[in-house]
Each structure stands twice: as structure tokens, then as C-alpha cells.
């Protein structure tokens, strides 16, 4: 009897060895996106922790939350990560997520899954060496928004007018918002840009969308926007808009054409940053690497619906074409 029970409380000691070790690396996410928009690209990090051999509930946890496209809501999510003392802080959507995340971080490793462009948001002062607490994916918005443009006029040869989203908060879109404008006038294109700094505004702006002939709009990269994506392609399709975003989630949800980065390819080549990290690598001497894929993609249901012929040369430069 005696035997038994040393062996069960070998087994229990044991087991609580196993429980310690399981919950022994603990990560802290926080996106700016709602849930629901960010589920492919968390999706893609956890897989890219897996293939790494970081397997939640076995060795290691992750502590996730989401601001549902509302900037407001990010400094109290991020302190509330904080309090759960992770080992290490990852950045989904932006370089305002990797402030919030930065201030309250300490010592504390930041990873970014994605930032548009963390020098020019002040994040670091070189990809190579970025120095400090922070490292991992930069998304390249800014060298793919001239190519947006110039593919709206590839598509709609008789665009006149562009009306630009964008978040006047962001650095990056506001270096984003000069290229497009210097790159409209030799397309012979005009361009509006409308700011949206929250939903409220998402909502205001397009109450006032109309349809009007030569007219496309044109949506920078930004957490707030790409949130309320379903609602903006809807809009854009009720008023027979053209419109061009950024990444192939929002072809998907219904919105005419996108060109830019994989993001989820970035989600996933980030869990490198989080095990090199782990290992023992300084987060400030691993260079911020740059996406490698890029799509484009056309959505043929919608332009129909919105009556626009695609160019039979662009549809075959397609990455992917949706019929």
C-alpha cells in the first residue's frame, strides 16, 4: 500500500512537472483588427509556430487580443497583456499597436508580425540593426501604393478621380497619401483624400459615398479600415465603385481588385523572430526582414456587377482572378 502510494505521488510530481513545462513560454498578441478579419493571419502565426515545434497546451501559451479597429481601445489592451508577464510581445496590424505595445513592454522582447514601415513610424532607425527590444516583419505597404494606382488606371482607363481612405494618425499613410499624389498627375488622375481615424468615421464617410463616372477609390493600409472591410466593399459595390485594397481578404469579402503583400506568409515567417528570441538571439541585432510575395488579384463578379471590363493583359498578370 505503502508502494502505491509513493508511486502516485511520483506520477502526481510528475504531472505537475509536465503542466509547469507546457505553460513554460507564454507570448502576449495583440491586433488591431477585429477577431473575425484576423483570424486567417493569427491562423497563419500559430502555424508558423508549429512548424517551429510550439505547440499551445503542450509548450507554450498565447495571451491574444483584439481592438476591433478601435485605436482607443489599444493602450488598456496592451497594459492588460502586460500584467500577464509574457516572455514576449507580437504586433498584429501596425505600427500604432507596436507603440501601445512598446510602452508598456519594458526589457521585454516586441515582435512585429506586421508594420508598414517601422523606420518611418519611428520605431527603429535601421532595418539591419534595429536596435533596442523590437524586431520581425515589415509589410511594404508604402512601395506597393503607386502600383495600386497605377493599376486602377490600367483597369479603368477612363479614371478620373481617385477618393483616398486614409488615417492621418499614421505616418505611413501619410507618406503613402504624398506618393499617390505625386504619382496621379501623370496618370492625368485627381486625387480626394478623405481621413478616417475610427469606425465613426468609416460610417461618416460612407454615408456620403456616391457613385460618380470616372470616380475609384483607393484604400491605404490601415487597422481601422481593414476591420470594417465587408462594410466598405458593400458600399463600394451598392454605388458601382471601383475600389482597390490592399490585400486579397478584402477581394474575398467582395471589393474589386487588391495588390500588395502576403500577410499571411508575414504571420507566418514572424514565429521565426519569436524562436530565434527564445534561443537567446537579441531582438535589436536581428535584422527586419521584408515580405518576398506579392499579389494581385481581380475580382470578375464584382466588376461585372459594377461594370467594368478588365483589360485581358491584366487579368492574365493575375496572381489569382475570381469568377
Not at 506520477?11 to 473575425?36: D, F, K, N
Not at 512601395?143 to 479603368?156: D, F, G
Not at 458601382?240 to 495588390?259: E, H, I, K, N, Q
Not at 504571420?267 to 527564445?278: N, P
Request: hydrophobic letters at 45%; zero cysteines.
Amino acid at each position: 500500500m505503502l508502494r502505491r502510494s509513493a508511486l502516485l505521488a511520483l506520477v502526481a510530481i510528475s504531472t505537475s512537472a509536465v503542466a509547469q513545462e507546457a505553460q513554460s513560454v507564454r507570448l502576449a498578441y495583440l491586433s488591431g483588427y477585429s477577431a473575425v478579419i484576423d483570424r486567417p493571419l493569427y491562423a497563419a502565426f500559430r502555424r508558423g509556430l508549429a512548424e517551429l515545434g510550439y505547440l499551445e497546451g503542450r509548450n507554450i501559451a498565447i495571451d491574444a487580443r483584439w481592438a476591433e479597429g478601435d485605436p482607443a481601445r489599444l493602450d488598456a489592451l496592451a497594459q492588460e497583456l502586460a500584467a500577464k508577464r509574457p516572455q514576449i510581445f507580437v504586433v498584429g496590424g501596425g505600427a500604432a499597436i507596436a507603440r501601445a505595445l512598446v510602452k508598456v513592454s519594458g526589457t521585454t522582447p516586441v515582435v512585429m508580425a506586421n508594420v508598414q514601415d517601422p523606420i518611418a513610424s519611428g520605431l527603429v532607425t535601421s532595418l539591419a540593426r534595429p536596435g533596442g527590444t523590437i524586431t520581425g516583419m515589415s509589410d511594404f505597404h508604402a512601395a506597393s501604393v503607386t502600383k495600386r494606382l497605377e493599376l486602377m488606371k490600367e483597369a479603368i482607363p477612363g479614371l478620373k478621380v481617385v477618393s483616398v481612405l486614409w488615417n492621418p494618425d499614421s505616418s505611413t499613410n501619410a507618406a503613402q497619401l504624398q506618393d499617390v499624389q505625386r504619382g496621379a498627375p501623370p496618370l492625368g488622375v485627381k486625387v480626394l483624400p478623405h481621413p478616417v481615424r475610427n469606425p465613426a468615421d468609416v460610417e461618416a464617410y460612407l454615408s456620403r459615398l456616391k457613385h460618380e463616372p470616372g470616380m475609384a477609390m483607393l484604400l491605404l493600409g490601415d487597422f481601422v479600415l481593414t476591420t470594417h472591410m465587408e462594410r466598405i466593399a458593400a458600399a463600394a459595390m451598392d454605388r458601382r465603385l471601383a475600389a482597390v485594397y490592399t490585400t486579397r481578404s478584402w477581394v474575398d469579402a467582395g471589393g474589386f481588385m487588391a495588390y500588395g503583400t502576403d500577410f499571411e506568409d508575414l504571420y507566418r515567417r514572424s514565429a521565426r523572430f519569436v524562436d530565434r528570441i527564445l534561443k537567446g538571439a537579441k531582438p535589436g541585432e536581428l535584422p527586419i526582414e521584408q515580405p518576398t510575395k506579392f499579389n494581385l488579384i481581380v475580382n470578375q463578379r464584382t466588376a461585372r456587377a459594377i461594370g467594368v471590363q478588365v483589360p485581358r493583359g491584366l487579368l492574365a498578370r493575375a496572381d489569382y482572378v475570381i469568377e
